[in-house]
């Protein structure tokens, strides 16, 4: 919760999130509805949420979500990937949540999520920013095949090989879209070492997921 503005992560003991049952009741316990989802694709594509409840059981295609419409919530599901959590400085105006993968990310996801609020007349120093539990660089050992796609500060280079550090190549284009680096937090959590907390699809090779939320206030 920051300055009013509710939002989270689930933890892997609520379940996997893509069952509606253990959805609903993490919902419940988090005191917020049940919120609109997507056929995550790992690209850009942001929609506008306006609907007054869950999206159904066809839910639109794409990978990030903004609304300023009160009550309403946001969702995305993460098992690795980046979910991005982004409001304006009070959360009165708009909030959103995105899922940013390493091809969403290369893609520029963070990008466009904050473009998402330049369209809706938020300037991006009135923005901030966190990005949720996700597989950090201490596990996430990439080909040499990305290096051209991700800025060269976003590796680590050791024995075993190249990790990619992929919230700090996210973190970097929050700021070159002009968050203010102050308002930008990142969460100190690996997805695939903290096998007590979260699913990890590069650990357990399970398709199980945790569910990122936000509610508009």
Known sequence: MERGVP???????????????????????????????????????????????????????????????????????????????????????????FHSGWKGTAEGMPRAAVEAFSRMGLAPRRLAAFIGPHVGACCYRVGPELEGRFRPGSFLRGPQGLFLDLAADAAAQLLEAGVGGERIEVSPDCTSCRSDLYFSFRREKQDRRMLAFIMKP
């Open 7 to 97: 939002h989270g992560v689930t933890f892997r003991a609520l379940g996997d999130m893509k069952a509606q049952a253990a959805r609903a009741e993490a919902c419940r316990a988090a005191g917020v509805r049940e919120p609109l989802l997507l056929r995550q694709r790992h690209g850009t594509t942001i929609l506008e949420g306006t609907a007054p409840s869950g999206s159904g059981e066809h839910p639109p295609s794409g990978d990030g979500w903004v609304s300023s419409q009160k009550g309403l919530t946001l969702g995305v599901f993460a098992a690795d990937c980046l979910p991005i959590f982004i409001w304006d400085e009070d959360g009165l105006e708009a909030v959103g949540v």
